[in-house]
């Protein structure tokens, strides 16, 4: 008879034992998978088929409605992140009605979702009236800041003689807030000083609230941590990488606007002047590639009076904060403008933003509504306004009118 050998009981046993294995194996990633999808939203949308394929390149890019809807699933309510940042409103005791009508309707529209908290700021004490109907309507506990007289009084060293000439003149050139002090106090506070307050300062991003503002639409994200996760957001699309021009390829400082309008010529005769000066004297702090085709016509011989409405501003105060930007609001402030002329917020952290920040690191919310008497930005998709149950008419948006920089930014933005 012929022999067959013998086969050890291990070796019968060896491949059973592997499907075995793997099948426990292929068992607890299955499991992790499945969980992590329903706990995690993050999980869920990184390796959706629609991420896959966009990652990959394949198909259509999103629909604007998709792209809201990718959004709100990036960045639900219900996630356990957020950004380290605050809702910030500057505004006077006598403001309590503007800012309580504003709050409602951030609160209806995103914060009662996402519990964000709110910081009001002043120069002088707030009221009792005021904290009450304030509190009675924010979400969690608000705090309430007193401005350092240093940060917003107008300071020893300005001619007030030539100051107060020059505010009654602005008076009769019909100039808004010509003739005001106090509203120049504003904006030099507002350029070079809130992010420096003491209650500010534990906190990373800022969104500008003022009273008597409006939100027409749903607001379903969280628009700090897109800020915040820039290259993420932007994953699927092609997109170039720049060198910061200090040596750091991974900074993000990102600023966020949704109208960008004309600056009143009779505001700031030398500013754009002083602008030259300053970046001729720095030029290692120009961002590559900047916004200066949104700035200038021609080049940076002139400056066109863009800028944006920093009524609506949410922001990373690293920027402010950051070398570049703090060099160039001292060499503003070191000429006196604020005073001596009247020279906006809007324009000078425009022109900061534009210039030291990448143009890939600004942001244009076409998806958040926004008025402020008498500019109103709705959003321009159909679909979008009706997913974020809008209440705004695009025709009166100022997106495209005739004084509206918006062409000029996305030219701007085509350009780089």
């Known amino acids: 008879m012929p022999s067959f050998p013998v086969l050890s009981r291990r070796r019968v046993c060896a491949p059973s034992r592997t499907v075995v294995w793997l099948a426990v194996i292929t068992t607890v990633i299955v499991s992790l998978h499945s969980i992590l999808l329903y706990t995690h939203p993050d999980y869920a949308d990184l390796t959706s088929v629609s991420r896959i394929k966009g990652k990959l390149g394949w198909g259509p890019p999103p629909t604007p409605e998709q792209h809201i809807h990718n959004l709100a699933v990036k960045y639900p309510s219900n996630s356990t992140q957020r950004a380290n940042a605050v809702l910030l409103m500057l505004a006077r005791n006598s403001d309590a ?36 109907k304030v509190s009675a309507v924010v979400s969690g506990t608000p705090k309430f800041g007193l401005i350092p007289p240093e940060h917003w009084n107008q300071p020893d060293w300005i001619d007030e003689e030539l100051a107060s000439a020059n505010r009654a003149q602005a008076d009769r050139d019909n100039v808004p ?100 000066e300053f970046v001729e004297k720095n030029p290692q702090y120009l961002a590559h590639p900047n916004s200066m085709n949104y700035l200038s016509d021609d ?58 920040a990448r143009a890939d690191q600004i942001h244009f919310f076409d998806d958040i509504g926004y008025l402020h008497y008498p500019l109103q930005h709705c959003p321009r998709d159909e679909s979008v306004r009706s997913a974020l149950e809008c209440v705004c008419d695009p025709n009166g948006s100022y997106d495209y009118q005739q004084d509206s920089c918006l062409r000029q930014w996305e030219d701007n933005l085509a350009a780089v």
């Open 177 to 276: 807030y010509g003739g005001s002090l106090p509203y120049r106090n504003m904006c030099r506070f507002n350029s070079g000083f809130f992010y420096r307050h003491p209650l500010v300062l534990p906190y990373k991003w800022y969104w500008r609230v003022e009273p008597d503002v409006h939100f027409p639409c749903n607001i379903n994200y969280d628009p700090f941590r897109l800020m915040e996760d820039t290259k993420k957001v932007y994953g699927t699309m092609s997109r170039k990488i720049f060198v910061h021009p200090v040596g750091v390829d991974e900074l993000w400082y990102d600023v966020g606007f949704t109208i960008t309008p004309l600056e009143w010529p009779k505001t700031i005769p030398t500013l754009w002047s002083t602008v030259k």
């Open 299 to 356: 080049g940076g011989e002139t400056y066109n009076r863009c800028h944006f409405w920093s009524n609506f501003e949410i922001a990373n105060m690293e920027f402010w904060r950051g070398e570049a930007y703090t060099k160039f609001f001292d060499y503003l402030e070191s000429k006196g403008g604020f005073y001596y002329e009247r020279w906006g917020d809007a324009p000078v952290h425009s022109i900061g933003a534009g210039l030291f």
């Open 97 to 132: 009605d503007g800012a309580v009508s504003s709050i409602k309707e951030l609160e209806a529209r995103f914060n009662n979702r996402y519990q964000y908290p709110w910081l009001f700021l002043n120069e002088v004490p707030f009221s009792d009236e005021f904290k009450q």
